[in-house]
């Protein structure tokens, strides 16, 4: 939920919104659409439940919206070609938290 409705949201849904964790970019969900809370007028974003890793970046934490152009969007790590997916867990989460991944 947001308190304004995003001046680009038409060109939103189907795209993406990234989560910052711990200052990095660490996963994505999909924008289904958004809505209108009667109760308090804010915007709900309807997201898609399924959450998608995306390779490590760092990113400082801000408030608002902050849209990404395609270029600048971390890749997904389920299509990696790196072999990342390979790694142990444990180990592929330590070098995600130091953005090497």
Request: proline share 7%.
């Amino acid at each position: 939920m947001t308190r304004y409705r995003p001046k680009r949201s038409e060109e939103l849904v189907g795209g993406s919104i990234y989560w910052i964790i711990k200052h990095r970019i660490s996963v994505r969900q999909t924008i289904l659409g958004f809505a209108d809370s009667e109760a308090d007028r804010r915007t709900i974003i309807r997201l898609d439940p399924e959450l998608v890793t995306v390779r490590a970046r760092p990113k400082r934490a801000h408030q608002g919206w902050r849209y990404l152009t395609g270029a600048d969007a971390p890749p997904d790590l389920d299509g990696d070609d790196d072999g990342i997916m390979l790694l142990p867990p444990t180990l592929a989460q330590r070098l995600a938290m130091l953005a090497l991944i």
